[in-house]
């Protein structure tokens, strides 16, 4: 699917709250998601409800340019999803080391940022990294924001079927909330 600015886009499953790479996360965390390597949740896993819990967003895959929203940068590991959302807001675009320029093939490597979307941040924000895992993204840490170009937000599938428009101004909590399937917060209108 391409946007009306050019830069072709797709949708991606959802990973939960979590800022783990792919099958696994950091020590005595739990994927709180729906799609994940290796995943067996059912239907009857969702305790949150299907109306409250996002399966799949649009993402952008990027157009090749240096610095783009849809570029993917690197960061310090974190140990946590604050920690993780902190150092990636942090960060200096301009000043710090991209990952990839171009993600339209990434998706074949399997991994999280290319296959998946998260809700460590809200949506069209930047894409972060951690690095000390060569070789390897598992158990990095990852912001992999769900993005489009559409003015303002994202269009989110939920686990009933419903698409709903999420403004990019979200709040945090309930953004994160939708990303899980189990977490028992409450989710009030959005």
Sequence with gaps: ?????????????????????????????????????????????????????AFFSEKLRGRGVPNDPTDMIMMMNTNSIDQTYDECTQQDASMAMPLMHQQRWCWALG???????????????????????????????????????????????????AVRFIADNIDLPLWRALGTRNGREPVSAF
């Excluded at 158990?139 to 937000?153: E, L």
Aim: charged fraction near 10%; charge should be negative; proline fraction near 7%.
């Design 1 to 53: 699917m391409f946007s009306s600015k050019g830069a072709s886009i797709s949708w991606l499953c959802d990973r939960g709250d979590q800022p783990g790479g792919p099958g696994d996360v950091a020590p005595g965390e739990v994927q709180t998601g729906v799609f994940y390597n290796l995943s067996r949740v059912r239907m009857a896993d969702i305790i949150d409800g299907t109306s409250h819990t």
């Design 111 to 161: 991994e999280v940022c290319c296959t998946t979307y998260n809700h460590v941040s809200g949506p069209n924000t930047r894409m972060c990294a951690g690095m000390g895992f060569p070789g390897t993204m598992t158990n990095m840490a990852v912001q992999v924001p769900a993005s489009s170009h559409h003015p303002g937000g994202v269009n989110l599938l939920m686990g009933d079927g």
